[in-house]
């Protein structure tokens, strides 16, 4: 499977999993256990090792781990919005 389609798929089942829990049980704040599920999905190091690569003189390669990260990160955006658009859409029909 491809990185970028598991990142989707980990942040759409992160945020379904994270609102199902909460319908479940009025204890749970769903934003906060999603944030803190999404946190270890971010692409963090691949984001810091495209600057320092950038700021080295390594344009090549920074630029490549940019778009890496930038792609990760929406892929992840994606995957959460898609998860929304699909309780949003069960509401309405309910």
Sequence with gaps: ?????ARLLGSALVYLLGQSLAA??????????????????????????????????????GSIRLTDAFLSAGAMACGVFVSYKLIEWGRALL
């Design 24 to 61: 479940a049980c009025a204890a749970v704040q769903p934003d906060a256990a999603i944030i803190g599920a999404l946190l270890v999905l971010t692409p963090g190091v691949a984001f810091t090792s495209a600057v320092r690569d950038l700021l080295h003189g390594d344009y090549l390669s």
């Design 1 to 5: 499977m491809a990185p970028i389609f």
